[in-house]
C-alpha cells in the first residue's frame, strides 16, 4: 500500500508506524524533517504552482495541468518503489491539494493508495 499526508502529521506517523517510509512530493520540504527522499517527479511543476498561487489559474486548470504532468509517469514503477511508503506535502487533508489529486488518478489507474490516517 502506497499512502499519503501532510508534513505537520510526521511525528504522529512515525510513532504509529516505524516502518514506513516517508518522502517529499513537494517542491520543496520543511527543514529539520527527516524523510527517507523524494520523488521530484510527483511534485507540481515550479511553473504550476506559480500560476495557481499568484490566481492566474482555477483549481480546475491546475488540476487538468497536474494530471497532464502525471499522464507522463510510468505508473508500474511509481508503485514498486513507493510500496509502504507516505508521500508527503504541506496541504492539511480538507485542503485543496495535488496530493489528493495524484491519489485519485493512482486509484483510476488500479494502485493502491490512501490517506494515513491518524
Not at 489559474?57 to 491546475?62: A, D, P, R, T
Not at 502525471?70 to 511508503?85: A, F, G, H, P, T
Request: hydrophobic share 30%.
Amino acid at each position: 500500500m502506497i499512502y499519503t499526508g501532510y508534513y505537520a502529521k510526521v511525528n504522529q506517523y512515525k510513532s504509529i508506524n516505524k516502518t514506513l517510509k516517508l518522502f517529499a512530493i513537494s517542491c520543496t520540504s520543511p527543514y529539520g524533517i527527516k524523510l527517507n527522499g523524494s520523488v521530484p517527479i510527483l511534485a507540481p511543476s515550479p511553473d504550476l504552482l506559480s500560476d495557481y498561487k499568484s490566481g492566474l489559474i482555477s483549481q480546475l486548470e491546475y488540476k487538468e495541468r497536474y494530471l497532464n504532468q502525471l499522464k507522463r509517469i510510468d505508473l508500474k514503477s511509481i508503485e514498486d518503489k513507493l510500496q509502504n511508503c507516505i508521500l508527503l506535502c504541506y496541504e492539511c487533508s480538507s485542503d485543496f491539494c495535488h496530493r489528493h489529486i495524484l491519489s485519485e488518478y493512482l486509484r483510476n489507474n488500479q494502485i493502491k493508495i490512501k490517506e494515513f490516517e491518524c
